[in-house]
C-alpha cells in the first residue's frame, strides 16, 4: 500500500502541473462521478461476459468445422482456439475493472477518499494491462498508445477531483 500511496503522491505532482478543470466542471464530475462509475462498472462486467461468450462461440464454430472435416476424410481443418492466454487475462482485467468501479459506487457517493481509491486502483490495472498488451498479436504497439492517452486523461481527471475526496 505504501508504493501506491508513493505513485499517487507521484501523479499528484505531475497531474498538478496540468491545466485545470473550472469549479463548475469539478463539482459537474463530482456530483455524477458515482453514477458514472456504477454504469461503466455494469458495462465493464457485461463486457468481460461478452469477450468469454464470443471466445466460446468461436472456440464452438472451430469444433463444429473440424467435425464435418473429419466425417468427410479430411482430417481436422484446425485447431484454433479463442482461449488463449490473453483472452483469459483481459476477461480477468476486465472483471477487475468492472468490480473496482462497482465497489467505488458507495465511497464516490458519500465523498469518501476510498470511492477515489478504486477508480485510481481500477486506472493503474488498466496501465499495467496497456503495457502488458504491447506483446500480444491482437493488440500491440498502437493499442498501447491509445490505451495511454486515455489513461493519461483519466488520471488527469481524478487528480483533478481528489480533493473533493477528503473523508
Known amino acids: 500500500m505504501a508504493s501506491t500511496n508513493k505513485l499517487e503522491s507521484k501523479l499528484d505532482e505531475v497531474f498538478a502541473k496540468a ?8 463539482k459537474w464530475f463530482v ?4 453514477w458514472l462509475s456504477l454504469i461503466g462498472g455494469v458495462f465493464t462486467l457485461w463486457s468481460a461476459y461478452a469477450l468469454w461468450h464470443w471466445a466460446h462461440a ?11 472435416c473429419t466425417a468427410y476424410g479430411g482430417g481436422t481443418c484446425g485447431s484454433v482456439s ?3 492466454f490473453w483472452v483469459w487475462a483481459s476477461i480477468v482485467v476486465l472483471a477487475v ?5 462497482l465497489l467505488a459506487f458507495p465511497g464516490l457517493k458519500a465523498r469518501k477518499k476510498a470511492g477515489w481509491n478504486y477508480l485510481y486502483y481500477g486506472a493503474l490495472v488498466n496501465v499495467a494491462y496497456a503495457v502488458v498488451s504491447i506483446f ?3 493488440n500491440g504497439f498502437g493499442h498501447f498508445i491509445g490505451a495511454a492517452i486515455g489513461s493519461a486523461i483519466g488520471f488527469w481527471l ?3 477531483i481528489r480533493s473533493a ?3
Do not use: H
Open 19 to 26: 491545466p485545470k478543470i473550472p469549479e463548475g466542471g469539478k
Open 97 to 101: 475493472e468492472g468490480v473496482l468501479y
Open 158 to 160: 481524478l487528480f483533478q
Open 31 to 34: 456530483e455524477y462521478l458515482p
Open 136 to 138: 500480444t498479436d491482437n
Open 82 to 84: 479463442r482461449f488463449s
Open 58 to 68: 468461436v472456440s464452438g464454430l472451430v469444433n463444429f468445422a473440424n467435425q464435418l
Open 165 to 167: 475526496y477528503t473523508k
